[in-house]
């Protein structure tokens, strides 16, 4: 697919000091040592085409950007793949009840998205592939799971053909990512669109991997698969596996990710004899109006009607940083007059140290250490802060003092660390 128009991203001298993230497997905040040195290889859930942007994906999308702008700064190098969900359950029920083909669903929404994280000043990955442009690829991801004798078939009373699942006992890789008892796997699987309770299954948490054509839902010719259309988990092993090669360093995606979908993805893996991401930093979940923001209670705050209303996108992102990427917040109107007056006083602050010539290597070590620290955007925050609070000529140096080639400006490091441009526009 195309994707968005990246920010120019200006980096610091590299710092070549490393980033560390919290890895949901290990339960701790890691170093990240790239299986590649010098190359970190990173896989973004990307969404389902419908109700984007709202406010739970652009904390997850720009967290991932975080990362980025993080790995970046250290002197990594950094592949980035992405995928879109345009064939899935829930974008063809939403298509079906607006009475629009999901293609178009797909389309309109996918291109919405876009013009949200272009401007949020999110860069865009090097591969972003939908998962009806990837079919070829999944079906013959799919067919060698199968080969390797990990896929069996499920009778269906309302299709020609046979589904096919995944043998996920035989993988012996269940829970690996998760680290949940079968009981908590139990408690969020069907509202994820787990389906425990079909009968022919082996296991309760046997993922579908190829689903027969059923009337009025799309389908593709899959040789001894037969005509069908992917399940879920499977899209994001093909895309990861061409893009960036398996095993790769880094998967995220929002927390609701952690089960089933980034452990079972771990578990197709398996099955074909990989390794599948090394960490899995998550990001959490945002809440308006007292509970989870969520389609399915259409408490949504949009990005683009945010926009149109007249906000600045970098006022959003500066209400994303001031929660840590992993804790679980709510959004609030206060909390965008907040942002809304930070970006004024940043940009105030950007303004005053540009007439006075002044460079602070200070507060730019101070967020680069705050970015590569598990991507502490609060710490960030509190700097940035302190910085704005000062009075001009007392207590700043307007010395110029180039270090190591950097310009030390505050404006140039949060634009390249954390994608804020405070440039008056
Ligand atoms: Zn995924």
């Known amino acids: 697919m195309k994707s968005w128009t990246s920010p120019v991203v200006a980096p610091l001298p590299a710092s070549g000091l490393p980033v560390r993230l919290h890895d949901s497997r290990s339960r701790e905040i890691q170093e990240v040592r790239p299986l590649t040195p010098g190359l970190v290889r990173l896989y973004t859930c990307g969404i389902t085409p419908y109700d984007s942007t709202h406010m739970g994906h652009a ?65 865009a990955p090097d591969t972003y592939r ?18 390797a004798g990990f896929a069996y078939q499920v009778e269906t009373a309302d299709a020609d053909g046979q589904d096919w699942y995944l043998d996920i006992t035989r993988t012996g890789t269940l829970g690996d990512v998760c680290g949940w008892s079968r ?6 699987f069907p509202e994820r669109g787990g389906d425990p309770d079909r009968p022919g299954k082996r296991d309760p948490f046997d993922p579908l991997l190829w689903r027969a054509a059923r009337e009025g839902e799309p389908s593709w010719e899959a040789g001894v698969l037969g005509r069908g259309r992917p399940g879920w988990h499977v899209e994001c092993v093909c895309i990861a596996e061409e893009a960036l090669g398996m095993p790769f360093d880094v998967q995220t995606g929002g927390s609701d990710l952690v089960f089933p979908h980034h452990d079972m993805s771990a578990s197709h893996a398996a099955a074909i004899g990989s390794g599948f991401a090394t960490i899995y930093p998550h990001t959490g979940m945002v809440a308006y109006e007292g509970e989870k923001m969520s389609k399915s209670k259409g408490n949504l705050v ?3 009607r945010l926009v149109a209303g007249g906000t600045d996108p970098m006022a959003i992102r500066l209400v994303l940083m001031a929660h840590h990427y992993r804790t679980d917040w709510e959004w609030t109107d206060e909390e965008l007059r907040a942002g809304t ?20 290597p200070d507060v730019v070590e101070a967020l680069r250490a705050a970015l590569r620290e598990d991507l502490d955007t609060p710490r960030a925050i509190a700097v940035l802060d302190a910085w704005a609070d000062e009075d001009a000529g007392t207590a700043v140096s307007p010395a110029p003092v180039e270090q190591d080639g950097a310009p030390d400006r505050v404006d140039l490091a949060v ?10 526009v």
């Open 302 to 304: 949009f990005v683009s």
């Open 183 to 188: 009981e908590e796997m139990a408690q969020v």
């Open 130 to 147: 939908s998962v009806s442009e990837a079919m070829d690829g999944i079906i013959a991801l799919v067919t060698r799971i199968r080969d």
């Open 415 to 424: 634009d390249a660390l954390f994608g804020i441009e405070l440039a008056e």
């Open 341 to 360: 007056s930070r970006l004024a006083a940043y940009r105030a602050a950007a303004s005053r140290d540009a007439a006075h010539g002044i460079v602070r």
């Open 59 to 123: 904390a997850t999308y720009v967290a991932a950007d975080l990362m980025r702008r993080a790995f970046l700064d250290s002197g990594v190098r950094v592949r980035s793949a992405q995928n879109v969900t345009d064939v899935d359950d829930p974008l063809l029920e939403r298509a079906d009840r607006d009475a629009i083909a999901w293609q178009d669903l797909a389309a309109d929404q996918s291109a919405l998205f876009s013009s949200d994280m272009t401007a949020l000043r999110v860069v």
